[in-house]
C-alpha cells in the first residue's frame, strides 16, 4: 500500500524529520510512506492570505498522486480513534488505494480541495504546529498498522 503525505511547509525543525523519518520506516514492506514538502508561498509584498492559500492550492494539486484517495486535515473533520484509523487502513489496503494525506499551510487548505477530498479528518480539536501534525500523523498511521498486525504498540 502507498501512503503519501503532501504537507505545506519547509525547513522543519529536525526533531520533526527525526520522528517522521523513524515511525515511516517502522512501516515494514507493506506500507510505502512518502511525505513531499510542498513550497509555501510567501506573504506579504501584495500577496494576501487568499492568494497564498491558491497559490499553495495548484502546488498541491500538482503533487496529488493520480487515482489516490484523498484525506484532507481539517479542524472540522471527522476525529477517528485509533482503532478506527486502523479500519480505515484496512478498507483502503483490501481496496488496493493509494492514499494521499493533505495538510494544509498557515493560513489552512483551499475550500475546493476539502470539497473533493474523500474524507475530512482531523487528528485533535487543538490547534497544533504543522512540524507537530506531521509527527502525530506518521506516528498515528504507525499505530494503526500495528493495530492491524496485533503488535504490541498499542495497548488498550
Not at 14 to 29: D, H, L
Not at 50 to 62: D, M, P, V
Not at 105 to 110: N, R, Y
Request: aromatic share 6%; charged share 25%; with cysteine.
Amino acid at each position: 500500500m502507498n501512503i503519501t503525505v503532501l504537507a505545506v511547509g519547509t525547513k522543519m525543525p529536525n526533531w520533526v524529520n527525526t520522528a517522521v523519518s523513524e515511525y515511516a520506516k517502522r512501516f515494514g514492506r507493506d506500507i510505502r510512506f512518502t511525505l513531499k514538502e510542498i513550497k509555501p508561498e510567501k506573504r506579504g509584498a501584495g500577496i494576501n492570505a487568499a492568494q497564498g492559500i491558491a497559490a499553495e492550492e495548484k502546488r498541491l494539486r500538482e503533487a496529488l498522486p493520480a487515482q489516490a484517495f484523498v484525506v484532507a486535515l481539517d479542524e472540522r473533520g471527522e476525529a477517528p480513534t485509533s482503532q478506527q484509523l486502523a479500519e480505515h487502513l484496512r478498507r483502503w489496503q483490501q481496496r488496493g488505494e493509494h492514499v494521499c494525506f493533505i495538510i494544509g499551510g498557515a493560513d489552512g487548505m483551499a475550500d475546493a480541495l476539502k470539497r473533493e477530498a474523500n474524507l475530512l479528518m482531523r487528528l485533535s480539536s487543538l490547534t497544533l504546529p504543522h512540524g507537530m501534525v506531521r509527527v502525530l500523523l506518521t506516528e498515528q498511521l504507525y499505530r494503526a498498522v500495528s493495530i492491524l498486525h496485533n503488535h504490541p504498540y498499542h495497548r488498550e
